[in-house]
């Protein structure tokens, strides 16, 4: 199937600090990727849906200016997490969309932890 | 609304077959994904049914029942490694999936 990659996988940083996570389709190009979060024992929650090219389309309740998403180009999207504060803590994944009918391929995950 | 239920958690023991249904109210349906998830790690691809019926892959099955509202995976010789969350999640025409809160699946020996 196809591959997606996340990079970092985990990472650490203080309060007040901001963190790029990079989502990256290896195989195949995605107009469209989307970014989750994850809380322990939750399941995935939908962040945005981020279109190459174009400003991405945020979820209720998720704030655009803390959660910036980039999508220049058909294999990369970033998401930076600014001011992070430790209730943004999370698991981060990214997916990006192929196939016919399409499917929804995920990254690795990124575990942000804010100390 | 929204609403996408599967049962928390499942116990089995090797070998035997286990079943996990998923009912989904939703306002729009293209199709239906299942995703294997381990902990700490994301989901991986299972299934995708669009018409109603069983898709057999492997020891992994999945069937659809649109005018129900219902599905489920049905999971054979089961194996200490499919211990993992299963989650349900509905694909409403090329958007983002809405995720069922996933079934916790322990297989023991």
């Known amino acids: 199937g196809a591959v997606v990659s996340q990079h970092p996988s985990r990472v650490i940083c203080k309060s007040g600090t901001s963190v790029k996570i990079e989502c990256r389709s290896l195989?195949?190009?995605?107009?469209?990727m989307f970014w989750y979060r994850q809380f322990p024992k939750k399941s995935l929650m939908l962040m945005a849906t981020?279109?190459?090219?174009?400003?991405?389309?945020?979820e209720q309740g998720v704030e655009k200016d803390k959660f910036l998403i980039n999508h220049a180009s058909l294999t990369l999207s970033t998401l930076t997490v600014t001011s992070a504060h430790p209730e943004d803590s999370s698991f981060y994944i990214c997916?990006?969309?192929?196939?016919?009918?399409?499917?929804?391929?995920f990254g690795p995950g990124t575990r942000l932890t804010v100390l | 609304g929204q609403n996408i239920d599967q049962p928390t958690e499942m116990t089995a023991t090797e070998g035997a077959i286990v079943q996990i249904n998923c009912t989904y109210q939703t306002s729009g349906f293209n199709g239906l994904f299942w995703y294997q998830q381990h902990a700490g790690e994301a989901p991986t691809f299972l299934s995708y049914n669009v018409l109603d019926g069983l898709e057999e892959k492997g020891r992994f099955s999945s069937f659809l029942s649109r005018s129900k509202g219902y599905s489920y995976l049905l999971l054979k010789e089961l194996q200490m490694k499919d211990s993992a969350s299963y989650l349900c999640?509905?694909?409403?025409?090329?958007?983002?999936?809405?995720f069922g809160k996933g079934t916790t699946l322990s297989v023991s020996s």
């Open positions: 195989d195949f190009q995605a107009t469209t």
């Open positions: 981020s279109n190459e090219g174009s400003k991405a389309t945020y």
């Open positions: 997916s990006g969309l192929a196939g016919a009918p399409d499917t929804q391929y």
């Open positions: 999640a509905v694909d409403q025409a090329g958007t983002a999936l809405i």
